[in-house]
């Protein structure tokens, strides 16, 4: 990893809820551990180079102004 963080942890199919939860009481308790910050990744369009993208289909119409 760079930059300021230390170490990842990756939590799968939880509520907002539950990861909370998870990082107040099994990893905040951790001895060293002096701080945390939680991401979310809520939409996944590339792992490790591969698209996950489908082709984006433009469906706003058209606006005129005239």
Do not use: W
């Amino acid at each position: 990893m760079s930059g300021g963080f230390d170490f990842a942890v990756m939590v799968n199919d939880k509520s907002f809820q539950e990861v909370a939860m998870f990082v107040a009481n099994r990893l905040s308790p951790l001895e060293g551990v002096i701080s945390t910050a939680t991401h979310f990744i809520l939409k996944r369009y590339k792992d490790q180079g591969v698209v996950f993208a489908e082709d984006f289909k433009d469906d706003r119409g058209i606006v005129s102004l005239c």
